[in-house]
């Protein structure tokens, strides 16, 4: 499987944080590696250096299609959810 990476980017409420105004949301693109991820975040958060509500992410998407594969184990479902 591909070690698929998602870059996007918009403005967030707080600099320190990650809660974006979906209606500002700038879809980069998807890439098979992080290096290409990389290079496509840097570009267009270089852009945007001087807007300090403007905020660029690389997500790992292949972490959250096979979290068990990277090591990440899931939480267990209770017996009284089961």
């Known amino acids: 499987m591909s070690k698929l990476h998602l ?7 707080d600099p320190r944080g990650l809660d974006f105004d979906l209606g500002t949301i700038d879809l980069v693109g998807l890439y098979g590696n992080y290096a290409d991820a990389e290079d496509a975040w ?3 958060a ?11 992410v690389i997500v790992h998407l292949h972490r959250l299609l096979e ?7 899931r939480p267990r479902e209770s017996a009284a959810e089961g």
């Open 67 to 73: 979290p068990d594969s990277e090591g990440i184990k």
């Open 46 to 56: 270089q852009r945007s250096v001087d807007d300090a509500e403007m905020k660029y």
């Open 7 to 13: 870059v996007f980017g918009g403005r967030v409420k």
């Open 42 to 44: 840097r570009g267009r």
